[in-house]
C-alpha cells in the first residue's frame, strides 16, 4: 500500500479558503489516480476530486467551480485548494491513491470543519 501523509485542515468561516496536502511514498507517475474523499457524519465517504499521471482531473458536483486539484510531482504531493467554503463542506477529508495493480490506499484524514 502508497503511505499517505495529510495535513492542512482546520476550522474556516463561510467563504474562507482551505489547502490540504498530501504526500505519498508513491511517486505519481506510477498511479492510476490520486485525489482526496470526504466523510460527514453519519454519510458515507465520497470522493470529491481525482487527478490522473495526465493531469485529467474529475470534481464531484458539489465542489465544482470552488475546488481545485492539483500535484507537484518533484515533492509527490497532492493539493486541495478549497474556496467559497460551506458550512456542507464540514467532513473529515482522505488522501486517496488508486494504484496501477488496482490496490487503494487512504490517508489517515484531516478534519476541515466551515462555521456558518
Known amino acids: 500500500q502508497v503511505q499517505l501523509v495529510e495535513s492542512g485542515g482546520g476550522l474556516e468561516q463561510a467563504g474562507g479558503s482551505l489547502r490540504l496536502s498530501c504526500q505519498t511514498s508513491?511517486?505519481?507517475?506510477?498511479?492510476?489516480?490520486v485525489g482526496w474523499g470526504r466523510q460527514a457524519p453519519g454519510k458515507e465517504r465520497e470522493l470529491v476530486a481525482t487527478?490522473?499521471?495526465?493531469?485529467?482531473?474529475y470534481y464531484a458536483d458539489s465542489v465544482k467551480g470552488r475546488f481545485t486539484i492539483s500535484t507537484d510531482n518533484a515533492k509527490n504531493t497532492v493539493y486541495l485548494q478549497m474556496n467559497s467554503l460551506r458550512p456542507e463542506d464540514t467532513a473529515v477529508y482522505y488522501c486517496?491513491?488508486?494504484?496501477?495493480?488496482?490496490?487503494?490506499?487512504w490517508g489517515q484524514g484531516t478534519q476541515v470543519t466551515v462555521s456558518s
Open positions: 487527478i490522473t499521471p495526465g493531469e485529467y482531473t
Open positions: 486517496h491513491v488508486r494504484s496501477t495493480n488496482g490496490i487503494r490506499s
Open positions: 508513491e511517486s505519481l507517475f506510477n498511479i492510476k489516480y
